[in-house]
């Protein structure tokens, strides 16, 4: 398996290649819509299953907004699953640095103790997982938890993304904490690109804390600003009308969670997956 993935980032790198300069650039509004390297990576055959998400999560517009670019130190922040790590890592690879981050461990209440030892063995599995997943090898991937990032880097990191987990902190407590962390991290150029699904304006605070998965935009940059960054744009590249964001099973109603199994899922599945805010962030002075 190993030695078949090897050889497919090969082959990608001599696809990237391949691409015509005059297919690099595509622009909206101004903003870079595409790049020759990463649409050969979201391309690729190996990306058969992740594929499918990218109707409603849109890879190459969200990181050309963010300003990702394949030479930059990129940190993802609880990159779980890994659908944005397959295509972070490689195009990263060759001429910049991917970093992983998850919450300070020390900070949390687990339930058993073999959470927990998974938890305080993630910076050294991680990597190894990330590689079979992409045939990168794994010394290229980085990944420590907030609080042990080594000093050489903390102020070096261009960009932060953090795609569809803000809810998580907040339910947990640990959003000020983190984004504080964070922050240390961020050169003093660099940005924090933020994908997050995203609550009605006028939605209730039980249906807007977290707990559903959904908040509000606005809470969303009132935290970051309470926190030291300050709104630079925003995109609706992720919006979707179709979500009311109003399900008393929250979001995992609907795509790829569908919780509510076969009842009414046709319904679901016409919806699509959240709606979901797509905010950029600096820091502020």
């Keep these: 398996m190993m030695k078949k993935l090897l050889m497919a980032s090969a082959a990608l790198a001599m696809l990237a290649g391949a691409v015509p300069a005059a297919a690099k650039h595509h622009k909206k509004d101004g903003v870079e819509m ?9 391309d690729d ?11 409603y ?20 922040y609880a990159p779980g699953g890994g659908w944005y790590t397959r295509v972070l890592v490689p195009y990263l690879a060759d001429n910049g640095k991917y970093v992983a981050i998850n919450a300070d461990s020390s900070a949390t209440n687990f ?21 079979k997943w992409t045939g990168v090898n794994a010394e290229k991937i ?6 042990e990032l080594p000093d050489d880097m903390k102020g070096k990191v261009d960009r932060v993304l953090i795609f569809r987990s803000l809810h998580g902190l907040l339910n ?12 240390e ?45 300050e709104l630079v744009s925003e995109s609706e590249i992720n919006a979707n009308p179709k979500d009311m964001a109003n399900y008393p099973g929250g979001v995992w109603t609907l795509p ?28 502020r002075d």
Excluded: C
Aim: hydrophobic letters at 40%; glycine letters at 8%; zero cysteines.
């Design 57 to 76: 999560r849109h890879p190459a517009e969200t990181l050309m907004f963010f300003g990702v670019k394949p030479d930059q130190t990129v940190v993802e």
């Design 34 to 42: 595409s790049d020759a390297g990463l649409q050969a990576i979201l």
């Design 142 to 147: 980085l990944a420590f938890e907030s609080d």
């Design 172 to 183: 947990g407590n640990r959003a000020d904490a983190e984004l504080r962390a964070l922050r």
């Design 185 to 229: 991290m961020l050169a003093d150029d660099g940005r924090v690109g933020v994908v997050q699904h995203r609550a009605k304006p006028d939605a209730s605070y039980a249906m807007s804390n977290g707990s559903k998965g959904y908040l509000k935009q606005a809470s969303v940059v009132a935290l970051f600003e309470l926190n030291g960054f």
């Design 111 to 131: 339930p058993d103790r073999a959470r927990e030892a998974r938890s305080k063995g993630w910076p050294e599995s991680f990597p190894e997982t990330a590689a």
């Design 45 to 55: 055959e190996s990306r058969s299953d992740d594929k499918a998400r990218d109707i």
């Design 256 to 283: 790829p969670v569908l919780a509510s199994g076969d009842t009414d899922k046709a319904r679901y599945e016409a919806i699509g997956e959240s709606d979901r805010m797509t905010l950029l962030f600096k820091k």
